[in-house]
């Protein structure tokens, strides 16, 4: 039986869309996982969109819909939205990774609000590895000089500046690429 026919069916008969979500269930989640880089926000979204699918079948087409392409845009919607959760809670940037962000982005505003939300914050450096993603909490989120992260990780004072350097960089083109989900 076809996804689509599933779906109307399940108006009548509720128990069917278990079969619907069976189908569907790992890859959605495979993919949640893969975008958040978190199991627990995953199955979130993951329910969110079987939720939503439910809820807006009706509407589906029922001509010549295609189920598969529907349901992956409702999945990328919920995604979406997840992402721009994390931007609520606010955690504060050094005033150098501030306008390092402010620059690289070309952004022509007088006003840079300083804080960025901590979930998203996290979220962005999950995308990074994880050197990288310390470095960057040593240096901007901690405020550490060059010298003490030097110290912190065993390295000499000016390796450190060029692996802050390297990961600032690592860091704002990953900033970038999910910053495009802000609504």
Same mark, same amino acid.
């Given at each position: 039986?076809?996804? !689509?026919?599933? /779906? *109307?069916?399940?108006?009548?008969?509720?128990?069917?869309?278990?079969?619907? #979500?069976? %189908?569907? $269930?790992?890859?959605?989640?495979?993919?949640? !996982?893969?975008? /958040? *880089?978190?199991?627990?926000?995953?199955?979130?979204?993951?329910?969110?969109? #079987?939720? %939503?699918? $439910?809820?807006?079948?009706?509407?589906?087409?029922?001509?010549?819909?295609?189920?598969?392409?529907?349901?992956?845009?409702?999945l990328k919607n919920c995604l979406a939205d997840k992402?721009?959760?994390?931007?609520?809670?606010?955690?504060?940037?050094?005033?150098?990774?501030?306008?390092?962000?402010?620059?690289?982005?070309?952004?022509?505003?007088?006003?840079?609000?300083?804080?960025?939300?901590?979930?998203y914050i996290q979220f962005v450096l999950g995308k990074v590895d994880g050197m990288t993603a310390?470095?960057?909490?040593?240096?901007?989120?901690?405020?550490?000089?060059?010298?003490?992260?030097?110290?912190?990780?065993?390295?000499?004072?000016?390796?450190?500046?060029?692996?802050?350097?390297?990961?600032?960089?690592?860091?704002?083109?990953?900033?970038?690429?999910?910053?495009?989900?802000?609504?």
């Amino acid at each position: 039986m076809s996804d !689509e026919e599933l /779906l *109307r069916i399940s108006y009548k008969k509720p128990n069917r869309f278990g079969e619907l #979500f069976d %189908r569907h $269930y790992m890859r959605f989640l495979r993919i949640a !996982e893969k975008t /958040l *880089r978190s199991k627990d926000d995953a199955e979130d979204v993951v329910q969110n969109t #079987f939720i %939503r699918i $439910y809820k807006y079948g009706k509407k589906f087409p029922g001509n010549g819909g295609n189920f598969r392409p529907w349901s992956n845009t409702i999945l990328k919607n919920c995604l979406a939205d997840k992402i721009n959760e994390y931007k609520h809670n606010t955690i504060s940037l050094t005033d150098e990774m501030s306008n390092k962000v402010l620059t690289s982005e070309e952004i022509d505003r007088k006003e840079f609000v300083r804080k960025e939300n901590k979930n998203y914050i996290q979220f962005v450096l999950g995308k990074v590895d994880g050197m990288t993603a310390e470095i960057i909490k040593l240096r901007y989120v901690l405020g550490k000089s060059f010298k003490e992260v030097g110290k912190i990780l065993k390295i000499k004072s000016s390796t450190a500046r060029v692996r802050i350097h390297r990961s600032k960089k690592i860091f704002i083109k990953a900033y970038k690429q999910f910053n495009k989900y802000e609504q």
